[in-house]
């Protein structure tokens, strides 16, 4: 897909343009920004390695002598730049993200898209720590290794999440998608309760 | 965020906390759950199998101050409607009554949800009651 160029009318397959050397404006796609391939087992170094480098190419000082509409693509850049290195660091920023490229809504789906099951052991694993928060300095240990049991299932869930991210890249076949969306669900509600444990600790 | 006085008042003294009896054929839970937050809810209805109103609504919510004040003004309005008129309940009146911002509009969906799901299960049981019914008559 190249544009052509801004400045001169050239072609700009790049994200300078080959006969100008203008920038052009950012991609808006974090993995099309990046260069990167679309995985969701993403090499972590090398995606450390092309932020540091776009960071000096993209830095605003370069472009103050640059027009004003270089200015804004160079500010834009940084922008999406910084976007794109703070979700795709991180495995679950990164799987969501994939997910609303690909037409999933975390934020839109119905409780209908998690299983019933889930929904009372979360619900009852909530009211054990509710109880337990209420309870004296006895129930402090039962908490704790509580926490300790949805850590581990967050620890599994993590592992799962693993393979199935190296599954998607070989094929990009949407039932894998559905099924990281179950397992980040499930991990949302996990990790709440973690966060439960913890504010139970401070309310007493 | 600042929560409205609604939201405060049912959050600093939720009405009908607590539960009904599940296996009950004329209580109806609804257990729903928001996966962007991870927040959870039940609410039930006891509701008079003779008249169709809603006698007794019961909630329980581990989420944010939203959803419990969406759960808890539920339960109110619940009380005293048939299980035709609950299904009328739209989460945007709740967001109405409590003036929840646009990033809180999800707790009064879970809310909405909980209504539909409740009701959902009670008739579902009702169903399977029929026949029993018609033989006692
Ligand atoms: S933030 Fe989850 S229900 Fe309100
Ligand atoms: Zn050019």
Redesign the pocket.
Known sequence: MSLPCWNCGGCAASRFCDACKALQPPAHDFYEFLGMPRQLALDAKELEKRFYALSRQLHPDLFSRKPVREQEYALESSAVLNDAYRTLKDPIARALYVLKREGFDIAEQGTKDVPPELLEEVFDLNMAIEELSEGDESARAQLESARHRFEVMRNEIDDALQGKFAEWDVAHDRGKLDEIRGQLNRRKYITNLIARTDIAHVSD | MAYSDKVLDHYNNPRNVGSLDKSSPSVGTGMVG?P????V?KLQIRVNDESGIIEEAKFK?F?????IA?SSLATEWLKGKTVDQALEIKNTDIVNELSLPPV?I??SV?AEDAIKAAIGDYRAKQSKQVPAAHAVV
């Open positions: 928001a962007e937050c991870g927040d809810m919510t989420g944010c101050g939203s959803a969406s809180k999800h707790c879970l």
